[in-house]
């Protein structure tokens, strides 16, 4: 239902390696994982945007009392059929380039 939509997401979304060896590295790889995030939802790729999901959680777990990551992730998770609906919508608020100031 969503091969067409997969083949444009970005490789690296699949091939995430955990923690760097530096705090840049770990940033880059937050901010990375949170961009694999936004595509994923945008392109309508659940499987995709849940990796990314708990990857970006895994490496920054403050973020896991985010208000609007609470509600992507919920929509994510849910059996309501226009989830990937909700989670674009919570998606568009989420900015990646402020991620260290969001409010949890």
């Known amino acids: 239902m969503f091969s067409e939509n997969q083949t444009a997401l970005p490789s690296w979304g699949s091939s995430f390696s955990g923690k760097g060896t530096s705090f840049g590295d770990q940033i880059r790889q ?3 994982m ?3 995030m936004l595509m994923a939802i945008k392109a309508c790729n659940l499987c995709t945007a849940k990796r990314a999901l708990t990857a970006l959680l895994e490496l ?3 973020l896991k ?3 609007i990551l609470i509600k992507i992730s919920e ?3 849910s059996d309501i059929e226009n989830n990937v609906g909700i989670a674009q919508e919570f998606a568009a608020h989420f900015a990646i380039d402020s991620i260290d100031t969001l409010e949890h």
């Open 60 to 62: 920054e777990p403050s």
């Open 65 to 67: 009392s985010n208000h």
């Open 30 to 32: 937050r901010d990375q």
């Open 34 to 36: 949170a961009t694999v």
């Open 75 to 77: 929509a994510l998770h």
